[in-house]
């Protein structure tokens, strides 16, 4: 997937419904009540943060193109896309950033680690300066190899053949895999730079960036679904144990525990429209979550209706037509599974 494809992908679950500068706080992972209700309206956890340090001023250039290219409409007020727009069909991605939230970079890091340290060790050179920095994956790391008693040439082999057969089957292109195992470093090899990457396959830096996560999301699924015994390792606290935020699971706590919502709010010492937010998400997530103490049925069913009549999720224009609902009401409501309500 290349960068202008995962704006327009987004761009078309929300068109006429969201700004322009929506799908940029999406890509970069914003944890705004917005931001997050808006992944469970629309079916966008598959782009939830998978360029979490994208530039605004690159997001802008990019969107300027899409304009220039015909795919958008002058709008001041949402996205609106061409007919041109709407009728591209857009690739299908193995992206799953809900599912990883950056930790792909844990991946990366740890495998680069292991790659450089098997390197060497089978070159009989026992020192090198690694080529991750960080402390607490060099640590993970040692652990790691000592737990596999990776001195042995045919551990370094083993893993070696997990790594290769893992990345055979995983669905992704050829430049795909190419992209990650030029970003590896090994005995008297160096890692290249995105910059080296992009010029090399005529892309852009940030598309080069965007199909690295792409093949690792691909790659780690993959992983998972086979359970190689060593690289299987790599995966450990990589995957979100909940669909939640930690902030939202410690509402969901309270609230469990019986709490109301004005309660939880001055227990933790945050404004009731944040809770309002964890309460959203609960309901995005939660297929057993209770609605009721906040919305009764008649309404919640008022709300769905009038939101299917209009055929849009903009709160303001809901409410125009249903007046005795909150703002937070509507939000709730929207954000509950249909097979739920």
């Known amino acids: 997937m290349l960068f202008t494809e995962l704006i327009l992908a987004i761009m078309k679950a929300v068109n006429r419904q969201r700004t322009i500068s929506s799908p940029y706080h999406l890509i970069k992972g914003k944890k705004s009540g917005q931001t997050i209700q808006d992944i469970g309206y629309f079916g966008l956890y598959p782009y939830f943060g998978v360029l979490p340090k994208l530039d605004k001023k690159a997001y802008d250039q990019a969107v300027?193109?899409?304009?220039?290219?015909?795919?958008?409409?002058?709008?001041?007020?949402?996205?609106?896309?061409?007919?041109?727009?709407?009728e591209l069909n857009i690739r299908a991605s193995s992206?799953?950033?809900?599912?990883?939230r950056g930790n792909e970079n844990i991946f990366l890091s740890r495998l680069s680690l292991i790659v450089q340290t098997f390197s060497h060790i089978s070159q009989q050179v026992k020192s090198f300066d690694p080529v991750v920095t960080d402390e607490e994956v060099q640590s993970w790391v040692k652990k790691y190899l000592s737990r596999i008693q990776f001195r042995d040439l045919a551990v370094a082999q083993a893993f070696k053949e997990e790594l290769l057969t893992t990345l055979t089957d995983t669905e992704i292109s050829e430049t795909h895999k190419m992209i990650l195992m030029e970003r590896l470093t090994?005995?008297?090899?160096?890692?290249?730079?995105?910059?080296?990457?992009?010029?090399s396959k005529n892309l852009s830096i940030l598309d080069a960036q965007l199909m690295a996560v792409e093949a690792l999301h691909g790659w780690m699924a993959a992983i998972e679904r086979s359970k190689p015994q060593l690289l299987i390792g790599l995966m450990e606290g990589i995957i979100q144990q909940s669909s939640l935020t930690e902030t939202a699971q410690r509402t969901e706590k309270l609230f469990d525990r019986g709490f109301s919502l004005e309660q939880i709010a001055s227990l933790r010492q945050l404004k009731s429209s944040t809770i309002e937010d964890h309460f959203v998400e609960l309901a995005m997530n939660d297929p057993y979550f209770n609605y009721t103490p906040f919305v009764?049925?008649?309404?919640?069913e008022a709300i769905i209706a009038e939101s299917k009549r209009q055929k849009t999720k903009r709160l303001r224009e809901i409410k125009e037509h249903l007046p005795e609902a909150s703002y937070f009401q509507i939000r709730l409501a929207l954000a509950i599974k249909e097979e739920q309500g």
């Open 64 to 86: 300027q193109r899409l304009f220039s290219q015909g795919y958008l409409m002058a709008n001041e007020q949402v996205i609106d896309l061409s007919e041109k727009a709407l």
């Open 186 to 199: 090994g005995f008297g090899l160096s890692g290249l730079t995105w910059q080296q990457i992009a010029e």
């Open 95 to 100: 992206l799953n950033g809900w599912k990883y």
């Open 296 to 300: 009764n049925s008649d309404l919640y």
